[in-house]
């Protein structure tokens, strides 16, 4: 069901109105929905009033202490799954309502794994795709990323710029924002692609050796090291919240959009110099940035422009990069005496 919700403030917006769904009494699948995002969609999810979230993850990068929380509610049931069984996901998807798709494999992993990365966010998305038509989902909401546009040929790039990406990551998410698209055209397919920028916020992966760069100079300070940077730090990129991400991910359900790509960030531009600095004086350090050669580098510049999301969805972000910066210091530190406590 649809309401009308009238456009406020300004005289601008007098005229402006937006179709937004309630989501009382659905049924929602998170596929991927044990990994950093995914599990951060859950938590908002169980503040509407859902009647069942099945969290479909096949607990790679994913883990259940993610879902720690969500799982105290009897809303929530997490299945161990795999988006390559095409029988289980057609069962599971039986009688739901919705599809939030965001399981991946990442950026790094795709370049070293490309064939495992064809099979995860190519094949299996067509699965997810596929199983979405069969049992009739109303809507998916499939996780896309900026890497689709490669590094920036204007900045702040709109959802028009260009496909200018070289990876094979970025390649998996246009090849998943395509096959929606084409399954729109020929089957009428509700979907709306999400373009992230960087992602950052708790419970994002810091043990792996595929972690972002906020996590690693974390780690060099946790060990007493100084922050390395690759080359002079002039990279600039978008930094985005996941409780931000998540939260965009429910107004595009929400949303009476359909067949649409968003960009979501903050439409902020923050060098990796400027990020080490704020690191630095959030922790109170005393470490000089340490510069290294410029080492593998995927892209160089990327800010997205706001203004779709903004108009389409009511998207805007809420967290600062300091205060959001401070909420994962806070939740690494505790990871990591938790860890400490249980050795
Ligand atoms: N983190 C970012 O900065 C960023 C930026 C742009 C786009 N994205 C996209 O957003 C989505 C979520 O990203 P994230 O950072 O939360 O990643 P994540 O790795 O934490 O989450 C992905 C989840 O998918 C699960 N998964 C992987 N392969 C699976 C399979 N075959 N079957 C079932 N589950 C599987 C993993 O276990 C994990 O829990 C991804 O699609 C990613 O490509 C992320």
């Not at 350090?285 to 892209?299: D, E, H, R």
């Amino acid at each position: 069901m649809y309401i009308l919700i009238k456009g406020g403030g300004s005289k601008q917006d007098e005229h402006k109105e937006h179709l937004f769904m309630e989501l009382k009494n659905t049924k929602i699948v998170v596929i991927g929905g044990a990994g950093f995002t995914g599990s951060h969609l859950v938590d908002q999810l169980l503040k509407e009033p859902v009647k069942e979230i099945v969290v479909y993850d096949n607990l790679t990068r994913g883990t259940e202490d993610n879902l720690k929380n969500a799982l105290r509610d009897k809303r929530v049931t997490l299945l161990k799954e795999d988006i390559l069984f095409t029988d289980v996901l057609n069962t599971v998807l039986k009688g739901k309502d919705y599809v939030f798709h965001l399981a991946a494999l990442w950026l790094k992993h795709c370049y070293d794994y490309p064939r495992a990365a064809f099979e995860v966010n190519v094949r299996g998305t067509f699965n997810v795709i596929e199983a979405c038509l069969k049992n009739k989902i109303k809507k998916l909401i499939y996780s896309s990323s900026a890497s689709v546009y490669g590094n920036a040929l204007e900045i702040p790039m709109t959802e028009d710029h260009p496909f200018n990406n070289r990876t094979f990551y970025g390649a998996t998410k246009v090849a998943g924002e395509q096959m929606c698209r084409a399954f729109n055209e020929r089957y009428g397919l509700n979907h709306v692609g999400l373009r992230y920028m960087n992602i950052y916020g708790s419970r994002q992966d810091y043990k792996s050796v595929y972690t972002s760069v906020i996590m690693k100079v974390l780690d060099r300070l946790y060990k007493n090291k100084p922050p390395q940077i690759y080359g002079d730090g002039s990279q600039s990129y978008d930094f985005i919240h996941v409780a931000d991400v998540a939260r965009a991910n429910i107004l595009a359900l929400k949303s009476n959009k359909t067949d649409e790509f968003y960009n979501i960030g903050a439409g902020t531009r923050t060098t990796i110099k400027e990020l080490v600095k704020l690191i630095l004086k959030i922790t109170n350090s005393k470490q000089k940035i340490q510069y290294l050669p410029q080492g593998l580098t995927f892209v160089t510049h990327r800010i997205g422009s706001t203004n779709k999301a903004e108009k389409d969805l009511r998207f805007k972000t809420k967290i600062q990069l300091d205060e959001g910066i401070e909420e994962v210091i806070k939740w690494r530190d505790s990871q990591v005496s938790k860890k400490l406590l249980n050795n």
